[in-house]
């Protein structure tokens, strides 16, 4: 059984924090990822995290957020900071197995809502 179970969506103000959690149920990951998606808009990267730790990150981040990794439990987190009002979107959870071309399995994304 293969699953990518996130957490920590909600509802924060304009410019506070929320943290994001993604855990891989049923395999290794590799590289890991966060997308999301606003209503009526294409999916984008959020930001990506590798197997060796290397990161990258959408330009809009702008250094806000932080995204690290647990390989022991299999899970990753993304530390979002400064949230803008624009940033209300799904986010997905994204990850293939280690050593595999994979493009991946999606969680079934968690909503974050920015208010102002």
């Known amino acids: 059984q293969v699953e990518l179970v996130e957490s920590g969506g909600g509802m924060v103000q304009a410019g506070g924090a929320l943290t994001l959690s993604c855990k891989a149920v049923g395999f290794t990951p590799g590289s890991m990822s966060w997308y999301r998606q606003a209503r009526g808009k294409q999916r984008e990267l959020v930001a990506t995290i590798h197997r060796t730790r290397i990161t990258e990150y959408g330009d809009f981040v702008e250094g806000r957020f932080t995204i690290s990794r647990d390989d022991d439990k299999n899970m990753m987190s993304l530390q979002m900071k400064s949230l803008k009002p624009d940033e209300t979107a799904v986010y997905y959870c994204?990850?293939?197995?280690?050593?595999?071309?994979?493009?991946?399995?999606w969680g079934r994304g968690t909503q974050v809502t920015v208010s102002s």
């Open positions: 994204n990850a293939g197995p280690l050593r595999s071309s994979n493009t991946g399995w």
